[in-house]
């Protein structure tokens, strides 16, 4: 299997300017979780889902985020607008359900200007 | 008070030397994990352990559930084992992880 699948690598971007983050989760996964790191604030849980169900969005910062995951191997976090204070590394990771390993992607980088 | 907090937030250490990394939790867990992040890199899981000890080469954790405490050695560290290593716990119940902020280790040669 491939791992974690995340797309693109390195976003650039203005402020203001919508955003779209794209994950692919390993085939099988039930679970699919997007994280947020920053050197202030470490690594933050911002939703998860449970086969394609948003379960946890209790970390999605404001009405700017959102994520949708529409089939089992593809999920996407979307800012809109976008701020300066939203550039960190986004990470995609999935894992199958119950005391099991979780898989990370190898995360955008996004930089907001 | 964070739930979960890791010591020293820093270490630097020559190569050869025995590593240890200490992972105190708040809350009652189902599982620990350890990750290790190399900069600029992903993020890679090394261990999952809920009760007492596992090896991987020259990687042990260990946890005593009692304590809430948990701690990652490395023995004979090289720099290649300069990293970032991360605990994170998931609670009773849950399937999210709530992750320590981290230590940053450098291994000199």
């Known amino acids: 299997d491939a791992g974690v699948i995340q797309s693109p690598r390195h976003e650039v971007t203005e402020m203001g300017q919508e955003v779209t983050l794209r994950c692919k989760p390993i085939?099988?996964?039930?679970?699919l979780f997007w994280y947020r790191q920053t050197m202030m604030r470490g690594l933050e849980l911002l939703i998860y889902?449970?086969?394609?169900?948003?379960?946890?969005d209790s970390g999605m910062p404001e009405d700017r985020f959102s994520a949708k995951m529409p089939n089992a191997s593809f999920s996407t976090l979307k800012i809109q607008p976008s701020e300066p204070r939203d550039s960190a590394v986004y990470f995609c990771?999935?894992?199958?359900?119950?005391?099991?390993?979780?898989?990370f992607g190898p995360g955008t980088r996004l930089t907001v200007t | 008070k964070n739930e979960v907090e890791q010591s020293p937030q820093n270490l630097t250490a020559q190569e050869g030397e025995f590593i240890t990394i200490n992972c105190s939790y708040s809350?009652?867990?189902?599982?620990l994990h350890w990750l290790q992040q190399h900069p600029g890199g992903g993020i890679v899981s090394l261990f999952m352990?809920?009760?007492g000890k596992k090896k991987h080469g020259r990687l042990i954790a260990t946890i005593n559930i009692q304590e809430k405490h948990s701690s990652l050695h490395i023995t004979a560290s090289h720099p290649r084992d300069s990293a970032v290593y991360i605990c994170?716990?998931?609670?009773?119940?849950?399937?999210?992880?709530?992750f320590g902020q981290g230590t940053r280790l450098t291994i000199n040669p």
């Open positions: 990771a999935s894992s199958l359900r119950g005391p099991y390993e979780q898989y």
């Open positions: 085939s099988g996964h039930d679970y």
């Open positions: 889902f449970n086969n394609n169900v948003p379960i946890d």
């Open positions: 809350v009652g867990i189902s599982a």
């Open positions: 352990l809920s009760s």
């Open positions: 994170a716990v998931r609670a009773w119940g849950a399937q999210k992880l709530v």
